[in-house]
């Protein structure tokens, strides 16, 4: 079941909600003020990379020829 996030219309609050399918977003309120009127908000997620910032070094850039041989 996917966490969604929501923004409520009436009172504005942020809230995250598991829904057992897409098809029951519609049956979401908020928790706070009890509206029916909340969007889903588009969700982003966080990934870490393996490895330390310091450790990273980038690949040498291709240089591009004149045409010219």
Do not use: H, W
Not at 37 to 66: D, E, L
């Amino acid at each position: 079941m996917p966490i969604f996030e929501f923004v409520c219309q009436d009172c504005g609050t942020p809230f995250e909600e598991l829904v057992r399918s897409a098809n029951a977003v519609g049956e979401v309120s908020c928790p706070y003020c009890a509206s029916d009127r909340v969007i889903k908000q588009i969700s982003t997620f966080a990934s870490q990379v393996a490895g330390s910032a310091g450790s990273i070094t980038a690949a040498p850039a291709a240089s591009c020829s004149s045409g010219s041989l």
